[in-house]
């Protein structure tokens, strides 16, 4: 199969992406590929919102970056931070433009403030946000005759110089695992865009869903494609643990936002003490203080108090959180949460020029699974959504001049081989993947989780090390499975995170090394 463009991955950057190129050039032709449903992915599990300047009369330009670049703890690309605040409006324009609704106020957007901001602007839909989004986007992409979208279809590898012999260090598309024809098919592609999220499930407490495991970062990794930052992972300080089910569930930011306070066993407002933003203090401060009470009490989580929000208003404006705390028996706004902190964003990945293009040509990154230089070591809430909208949008523009450029012909990308490997079979097949998927996320959390030591670091290396020399063992002498597929990506992940987090000797944003304690 050859595609002009092959999309990996359909959440908000993917989708927009493909909108973008689908709007303005109905001749190039598109291939969408999603592991799972179309809507699965981290975007459809959004509830806060995104960041943009709205209410020109208290807010400004000038303050969304400067709030931006002091989460990023002086990491971030100022450049990358201007110029995906000024675009904001325009990119939210077009969104509202598509038929994404958001909540109002008086015809106004109603403007939310998350950890962080120092203004209300963070434009929502109720806390499903990105669920409005997904569904929006997925609707208008399936309205393109230029879109071929191919669900249930995984990445197993990039074809680069390596498959081809030739010597253009350029990206020609990819071999998918296609799942209800059990085989493994190659897309040659003019442009290859990964889009694929991020990898949240390395860890044991995530507030993604189980197919965030860092394929594209695999692959991209395995493709030797520069990536930096793996090790700034950011734990959402808010998740709900469900004592009976052991899952979590995120609670939003904005509750903390509408009057949410935090305390622990003591009844304590802890948060006081230590940052006069309280709980609106970044994500990393608020994660990293709640997980320190959590070690000194006996109950292995915090309250998060929202009495001071009317029920109506959790109604209204948090129907998914109180519905989901009504099914396990709390009664909101008169109980309090349980929350624990989880891993939620990766804000490294492959590194991208201003236009999203990785340095390997050809290939684009685009949302999570990319390194922009706007987070830095710390994203500030609810600009991973407005980074995702940006950069669809420049990469959209760049990807549809790029093909007027002087490329290989169809026939080269016809004549790319096949897959060279086993075959791809159902995942009951190898029974130990998920064993060492889970020993994976446990090591990860112990060793390489909010807190790290130059000695945790070293044992994870080790241990990560061992798990890597089974799955490459697995991976040998079976058929590829989904999961082994997955678990490749993940052991991958955490090695080159877990090697980068040991050259990091200063403390930056989310990382936080205890040997180096300021
Ligand atoms: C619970 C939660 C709440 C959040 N709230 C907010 C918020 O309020 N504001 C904000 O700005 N950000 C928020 N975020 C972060 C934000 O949602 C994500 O960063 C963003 O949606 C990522 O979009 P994406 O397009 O990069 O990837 P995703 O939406 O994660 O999509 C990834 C896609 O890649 C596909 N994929 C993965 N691996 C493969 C493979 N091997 N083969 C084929 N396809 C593959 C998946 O099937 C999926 O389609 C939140 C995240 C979570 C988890």
């Not at 499930?201 to 995530?206: D, F, G, K, R, W």
């Not at 959504?385 to 959209?396: D, N």
């Not at 060279?420 to 097949?429: A, H, I, L, P, V």
Request: aromatic share 8%; charged share 25%.
């Amino acid at each position: 199969m050859t595609t002009d463009i092959l999309v990996i991955g359909t959440g908000i950057s993917g989708l927009t992406f493909a909108i973008k190129v689908a709007e303005e050039s109905p001749e190039i032709s598109l291939t969408l590929i999603s592991k799972g449903d179309i809507n699965e992915g981290n975007t459809r599990y959004a509830q806060g919102g995104i960041a943009v300047v709205r209410n020109l009369k208290k807010d400004s330009t000038e303050k969304h970056i400067k709030d931006t670049m002091i989460a990023g703890d002086g990491t971030c690309n100022s450049k990358v931070v201007k110029f995906v605040v000024e675009e904001a409006n325009k990119r939210l324009d077009e969104l509202i433009k598509w038929g994404t609704a958001f909540d109002k106020k008086e015809e106004q957007l109603d403007l939310g403030i998350e950890g962080g901001h120092s203004e209300k602007r963070i434009v929502h839909y109720k806390d499903q946000t990105g669920k409005q989004i997904q569904e929006v986007l997925t609707a208008k992409v399936k309205s393109f005759s230029n879109i071929t979208i191919l669900e249930n279809h995984t990445l197993v590898d990039l074809i680069t110089d390596h498959h081809s012999r030739s010597k253009m260090n350029r990206c020609y598309g990819a071999y998918i695992i296609s799942q209800e024809e059990e085989e493994i098919i190659k897309i040659g592609a003019k442009i290859t865009i990964l889009s694929t999220g991020g990898a949240g499930s390395l860890y044991a407490y995530t507030t993604n869903p189980t197919v965030a495991t860092g394929d594209g970062l695999g692959a991209a990794y395995r493709a030797k494609v520069q990536m930096d930052g793996l090790p700034f992972v950011q734990f959402h300080p808010t998740a709900l643990r469900d004592k009976i089910e052991q899952n979590v569930f995120l609670i939003t930011e904005a509750v903390r936002g509408e009057g949410g306070k935090l305390r622990n066993s003591l009844q304590e407002r802890f948060m006081l003490k230590i940052d006069s933003r309280g709980e609106l203090a970044p994500r990393d401060i608020v994660a990293r203080e709640i997980q320190k009470q959590i070690e000194k009490q006996k109950e292995n989580f915090v309250l998060l108090d929202g009495s001071e929000i009317s029920e109506k208003r959790w109604k209204s404006h948090f129907p998914t959180i109180y519905n989901t705390c009504k099914s396990i028996g709390i009664f909101l706004p008169k109980d309090p949460i349980p929350v624990v902190p989880a891993a939620h964003y990766f804000c490294g990945g492959i590194i991208v020029n201003h236009q999203s293009e990785s340095s390997l040509k050809g290939l684009y990154a685009i949302g999570e699974c990319s390194a922009t230089g706007l987070h830095g070591a710390n994203r500030l809430a609810s600009n991973s959504l407005l980074e995702a909208l940006v950069f669809s949008h420049r990469a959209a523009i760049d990807c549809i001049k790029s093909l007027n450029q002087n490329l290989p012909s169809k026939s080269f990308y016809d004549k790319l081989p096949e897959w060279n490997g086993y075959d791809y079979s159902k995942n009951t097949t190898i029974q130990n993947v998920q064993v060492l998927r889970e020993q994976l996320q446990q090591i990860m959390t112990k060793y390489v989780g909010i807190f790290k030591t130059d000695n945790g670091l070293e044992r994870a290396e080790k241990k990560i090390n061992n798990i890597y020399l089974k799955v490459q063992k697995l991976y040998h002498e079976n058929k590829l499975t989904n999961g082994l597929c997955e678990l490749r990506n993940m052991v991958s992940i955490a090695y080159l995170l877990t090697k980068q987090a040991q050259e990091i000797k200063v403390n930056k944003g989310v990382f936080y090394n205890q040997n180096y304690a300021r």
